[in-house]
């Protein structure tokens, strides 16, 4: 049991860490995100569209800054230099900052409240994220 336990965890090790990282990459967005409202808008669950910019790009900003770090040393072990992936990175994550803006202001818009929202939002930009990591970022055939 253990011994098939080690296996699976070998043959999807790179998915399995991604989760773990985009987990914690999520909670230190949210919490940004969801201070960020506290202090500025006072907490309010039904943004206006200014607002949800705001929140999103604070959101984003601080997701960035935390996985690229650690995509680059826990999920891809890339070695190449800083200087040629991260540049990618950001301009990845840009993508998936507007499908998070687009994806927030129409799910709030027809009356989806903030955390719902983000939650749905959250599904469908780790996604995007991994595939344009795995793709465009940290490519091994690139090496």
């Given at each position: 049991?253990?011994?098939?336990?080690?296996?699976?965890?070998?043959k999807?090790?790179?998915?399995?860490?991604?989760?773990?990282v985009?987990?914690?990459?999520?909670?230190?967005?949210?919490?940004?995100?969801?201070?960020?409202?506290?202090?500025?808008?006072?907490?309010?669950?039904?943004?206006?569209?200014?607002?949800?910019?705001?929140?999103?790009?604070?959101?984003?900003?601080?997701?960035?800054i935390?996985?690229?770090?650690?995509?680059?040393r826990?999920?891809?072990?890339s070695?190449?230099?800083?200087?040629?992936?991260?540049?990618?990175?950001?301009?990845?994550?840009?993508?998936?900052?507007i499908?998070?803006?687009?994806?927030?202001?129409?799910l709030?818009?027809?009356?989806?409240?903030?955390?719902?929202?983000?939650?749905?939002?959250?599904?469908?930009?780790?996604?995007?994220?991994?595939?344009?990591?795995?793709?465009?970022?940290?490519?091994?055939?690139?090496?």
């Open positions: 049991m253990i011994q098939k336990g080690k296996e699976l965890y070998r999807y090790e790179e998915i399995i860490v991604y989760l773990i985009g987990v914690l990459t999520t909670v230190v967005a949210w919490a940004a995100k969801f201070s960020a409202n506290a202090l500025l808008f006072d907490n309010t669950m039904y943004p206006t569209p200014y607002e949800n910019t705001v929140l999103s790009t604070i959101n984003w900003t601080a997701g960035v935390f996985a690229y770090f650690t995509n680059r826990f999920v891809f072990k070695k190449k230099p800083m200087r040629k992936e991260a540049p990618r990175f950001v301009l990845s994550r840009v993508s998936t900052w499908l998070d803006v687009v994806v927030m202001q129409v709030t818009e027809v009356n989806i409240n903030l955390l719902t929202a983000t939650l749905i939002s959250a599904v469908l930009v780790t996604i995007s994220n991994y595939v344009f990591s795995k793709l465009f970022v940290f490519n091994k055939k690139e090496d």
